[in-house]
């Protein structure tokens, strides 16, 4: 089979090199014509465990090629998906769609035979319908099947979550359409991956379902994180207690500084958009989309209190700067609420990240930067932990310790064990857990 993927971000090169990788004959296309050049060179765009090998064997067998043509790329090819960026209009909630109408109509008048037209990119309600009649409009004459094809990848474990699935949602009015798809996820058979066939709209909705579900969990957690505060109870306790229940689950109970990066803020502020445009409002999820952002403004004063209330004149070690481990995305990153309120308060911020200072250095202003974790703490007044980054997990405690001018750690993401901490010799502030003050015995707080 062939297929062409419009849109080189995150979810098309993914999602085209493991096509590729599957078998299928793949032709990424992307106006940007720097970024095709530095891909056609093996060179990726953005940091994702294992995408370099994967792009550089299937290029190497033939079955992967980046181009700035979308004529010939769409030429032939039994599906087209498109995975061109959505972003938040500025002002509002809503995604902007005309990247995915414009690629849609541009698809469509290139193509010289009936193919199957597919929307990867996470689109509102209603958006397949739209991209039908404009591909109806361009071609009237041409058998074009429109589908939605939600992804489900995480940064950090795309290629995992491409290759092993939970499961692969199909959206589409036409058998033809399924037929395509369904051949194209064949190798999924094997691992017995549920394929839930559905209507357009339907698969749209699944994926915003999904999302708001997701940072609804999430946010729910981080609220009872704050009641834990309040009488001395411990989340972690909680989370393992509740998520046993099969009905709840243990995934995504985790709590922290507020849920980030490119797709929860972006996809429940849409949600919340579009329900509230077709008359059924998200509630719930208005809810969650406030408190998340309240509770990111609030992180930095966490910090602050640690600091006897002050920051002013204080040096802050930063460790880690993403907005989740395994990836360089700075995209509604803790930090990048965190940072800034520190600097206004006369903080100087030493910071590291093992992947994501080249981007930080443009977005976070006036941030010194150090070589390792090591390197950002010698006389720092406090050390906080915003990004669960496996090499922090490790710290060589005595070293921090001899390092440090006070020895207080603020840990937004739970890695460390309150008594633990104490014990070695640190003020230790957590999520959710009691803090533990310098040689304090913990009582019953095991985690
Ligand atoms: C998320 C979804 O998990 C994917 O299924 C989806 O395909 C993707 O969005 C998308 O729409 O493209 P991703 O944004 O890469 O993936 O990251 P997650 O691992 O879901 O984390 C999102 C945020 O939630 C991070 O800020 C993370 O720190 C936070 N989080 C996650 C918590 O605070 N607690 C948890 O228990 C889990």
């Known amino acids: ?40 060179q093996g060179r990726i765009p953005i940091y994702e465990p294992g995408l370099e090998q994967l792009v550089a064997k299937n290029v190497r067998a033939g079955r992967l090629s980046f181009t700035t043509d979308l004529e010939t790329a769409v030429d032939g090819a039994d599906a087209v998906f498109i995975a061109v960026g959505t972003p938040s ?90 037929a395509v798809l369904r051949r194209l996820y064949r190798p999924l058979y094997l691992i017995e991956t549920p394929i839930v066939t559905t209507t357009r709209e339907t698969a749209e909705l699944i994926k915003y379902a999904a999302n708001s579900f997701l940072a609804t969990k999430i946010t729910f957690i981080n609220e009872v994180a704050d009641f834990c505060e ?31 990066g490119s797709c929860f803020p972006k996809d429940t502020q849409a949600f919340v958009h579009s329900g509230r445009e077709f008359g059924a409002p998200q509630r719930i999820v208005e809810s969650v989309v406030k408190v998340n952002d309240e509770r990111k403004e609030r992180m930095a004063e966490r910090i602050v209190a640690a600091c006897d209330g002050s920051v002013d004149g204080k040096t802050i070690a930063v460790l880690g ?43 976070l202003p006036g941030v010194e930067f150090g070589a390792d974790a090591y390197a950002v703490l010698d006389g720092a007044d406090c050390v906080a932990i915003l990004t669960e980054w496996n090499e922090f997990r490790a710290l060589d405690l005595d070293r921090v310790a001899a390092a440090l001018k006070r020895r207080v750690i603020v840990d937004l993401r739970n890695i460390y064990r309150p ?18 003050r310098s040689g304090e015995q913990g009582k019953a707080t095991k985690k």
């Not at 089979?1 to 296309?29: K, N, Q």
Request: overall charge neutral; aromatic content about 6%; some cysteine.
């Open 321 to 363: 700067l993403t907005f989740k481990p395994n990836t360089d995305d700075m995209r509604d990153a803790a930090s990048m609420a965190i940072i800034p309120t520190l600097q206004t308060e006369g903080a100087t911020i030493r910071a590291y990240d093992p992947v994501g200072m080249t981007e930080a250095a443009t977005l």
């Open 1 to 40: 089979m062939r297929i062409a993927m419009i849109g080189t971000g995150y979810v098309g090169l993914v999602s085209g090199t493991c096509f590729s990788e599957f078998g299928v004959r793949t032709i990424c296309v992307d106006k940007n014509a720097e970024k095709i050049e530095r891909l056609t």
């Open 230 to 260: 309040q009488v001395g109870a411990n989340v972690h306790d909680v989370a393992r207690a509740i998520g046993l229940d099969g009905r709840i689950g243990r995934k995504f109970l985790h709590a922290g500084p507020g849920f980030g």
């Open 89 to 178: 209009r500025r002002g509002d909630g809503h995604a902007d769609l005309s990247f995915v109408f414009a690629a849609a109509e541009e698809v469509a008048l290139a193509l010289t035979k009936p193919t199957v037209l597919v929307t990867k990119s996470t689109v509102p309600v209603g958006t397949g319908r739209r991209v039908r009649e404009i591909v109806a409009k361009a071609r009237p004459e041409l058998e074009i099947h429109v589908a939605s094809n939600p992804e489900f990848l995480r940064e950090g474990s795309a290629i995992n979550d491409f290759m092993r699935p939970d499961r692969v949602v199909i959206g589409a009015d036409s058998d033809k359409a399924v």
């Open 419 to 436: 008594v633990e901490m104490a014990a070695a010799g640190f003020d230790y502030y957590s999520i959710g857990r009691p803090a533990m």
